[in-house]
């Protein structure tokens, strides 16, 4: 089972910075913190990952609670093409097998 | 540097025919995932392998299904005897070989639409 806890559903304006919630109560000490996103039904798309501290790429910016029992995807300038299933998953650090584990994920529109 | 390849990309199969997918993982990726989703799901764990081995098979179901990555060519994923259950989208994902303890990401191909009719 996932152990991840995420909106159904949410919206934002195009142009606005979209932020999508994850609640991780039960992360333990070992375990990433990654997004991804799936467009319509295409492969699930990589978006960042942290382990405690906050990380910026050219995609997102991951904000993780001091205490890592949550974090906050933020795209910064949603677009229409940001549309997608988006995906909280934590995993283990010393996880052999690497499996990730998908919940239902919130499910964005970017509206025009 | 190309993707990771999956074909066929759609599949349509009747009723206990067999279906072979096949995944070609990116450049220098020596780890495949197989994950299936249903319609309307999340994507579900199948199984882990790394060149001639099969790490970790716990999604896999225990009959009709077997998946293998040879020393040479792509990774398949065999089901034998479909049936109407298994119409999903089978993704396939790679990544490099990591030391054990630090973070990697997985890159997925664009799936094969399986439809048993």
């Known amino acids: 089972d996932a152990k991840t806890t995420q909106p159904p559903s949410m919206d934002c304006a195009e142009g606005r910075a979209a932020n999508l919630p994850c609640n991780h109560s039960?992360?333990?000490?070992?375990?990433?913190v990654y997004w991804y996103r799936q467009i319509h039904s295409q492969g699930p798309q990589y978006i960042i990952h942290?382990?405690?501290n906050n990380e910026t790429n050219e995609m997102a910016s991951l904000i993780i609670t001091e205490d890592r029992k949550s974090s906050t995807l933020i795209l910064p300038h949603a677009t229409l093409r940001d549309t997608a299933v988006y995906y909280c998953?934590?995993?283990?650090?010393?996880?052999?097998?690497?499996?990730?584990?998908f919940g239902s994920g919130t499910r964005l529109l970017v509206r025009p | 540097n190309a993707g990771v390849m999956q074909n066929p990309r759609h599949l349509v199969r009747r009723r206990g025919q067999e279906a072979r997918l096949r995944c070609s993982p990116m450049k220098g990726h020596s780890h495949v995932y197989w994950y299936r989703q249903l319609p309307e799901e999340g994507l579900k764990f199948m199984v882990y392998l790394q060149k001639e081995n099969i790490i970790d098979e716990s999604g896999m179901p225990k009959e009709r299904f077997s998946a293998e990555f040879p020393k040479e060519g792509p990774s398949i994923l065999r089901i034998q005897q479909v049936v109407r259950g298994d119409s999903a989208a089978y993704f396939c994902a790679s990544s490099p070989f990591v030391p054990s303890g630090n973070s990697y990401e997985q890159y997925f191909g664009p799936g094969t639409r399986l439809t048993v009719t």
């Open positions: 039960t992360i333990s000490g070992n375990e990433y």
């Open positions: 942290g382990l405690k």
């Open positions: 998953i934590v995993r283990a650090r010393m996880d052999s097998s690497y499996k990730l584990i």
